[in-house]
């Protein structure tokens, strides 16, 4: 489900907790709302209140670091394909093939990338090497060098290809949601029960019943944000494939 989808079904929750609260105010006997009741009721919902704010922080520095690294792995596989590209420029013409396939591969994985993680999760298909990235490998393994300055920058690409398919691989290997749902349920939960202590002491009118249409979209707009964060691959957030797209310019 998308982190629009989410963050209404979160939003419907807990305001919909909050209206429900207005209506159970009515039904209540009127020493159950006393001053007692709502000192005890403000005391728990602060103790609520305060777990609350501490697994929304987690949630969000959890979503936030999880969308870092995937940014600099991106950038990681887009520096090595540059070196990668530059090590064959500097082997010598013969490698002119080599580079054309790097070009049509780089453009495949950002193809697979940016379409199997929109899933969010990592398939069998994700982890088999495409045909341009067997072709390139092979003819890799195939060259011939004739000087030490060849072998040795033979050795190099040899290297770079193994670092450009760790960083693509360890995309896919840490697919998945980063953040766990049941934190998720148990703070739209939380959040639902403090909004409808709100409603259980004050009589509702539109002024009321604004400020807390105000808060409840507050709170859904901040998990929306977690839930973008989440999912680096799609939606208003999605990291940029233009550099990685456009990192080798044509031959």
């Not at 890799?140 to 060849?150: D, G, R, S």
């Not at 190099?156 to 691989?169: E, K, N, P």
């Not at 703070?187 to 539109?206: E, G, H, K, Y």
Request: aromatic residues 8%; glycine residues 4%.
């Amino acid at each position: 489900m998308s982190a629009l989808g989410l963050s209404a079904i979160a939003f419907v929750c807990i305001f919909g907790t909050t209206l429900l609260a207005t209506y159970f105010r009515a039904a209540l006997p009127t020493h159950h709302l006393n001053a007692d009741s709502k000192d005890a009721i403000r005391l728990s919902m602060g103790v609520v209140g305060t777990m609350a704010a501490l697994v929304l922080g987690l949630l969000i520095a959890s979503a936030k670091s999880s969308y870092d690294t995937k940014t600099n792995q991106i950038r990681q596989l887009t520096v090595n394909i540059i070196v990668l590209d530059q090590l064959l420029a500097q082997y010598g013409p013969e490698t002119r093939t080599l580079r054309e396939l790097l070009r049509r591969g780089t453009a495949s994985i950002a193809d697979k990338i940016w379409s199997e993680r929109d899933v969010a999760k990592a398939t069998t298909t994700a982890f088999t090497m495409s045909a341009e990235g067997e072709a390139f490998l092979r003819q890799a393994e195939e060259l011939a060098p004739k000087t030490e300055a060849q072998r040795s920058i033979r050795a190099r690409v040899i290297t770079s290809i193994t670092d450009v398919a760790q960083t693509r691989l360890s995309l896919y290997a840490q697919a998945g949601n980063a953040i766990p749902w049941p934190f998720l349920v148990l703070l739209v939960f939380w959040l639902a029960m403090i909004f409808a202590s709100f409603s259980l002491f004050v009589s509702p009118n539109p002024v009321v019943i604004g400020s807390l249409f105000i808060c409840a979209l507050s709170a859904s707009g901040a998990l929306f944000l977690i839930f973008e964060l989440d999912h680096p691959f799609t939606g208003l957030m999605t990291i940029s494939d233009a550099p990685l797209r456009h990192a080798l310019a044509p031959l």
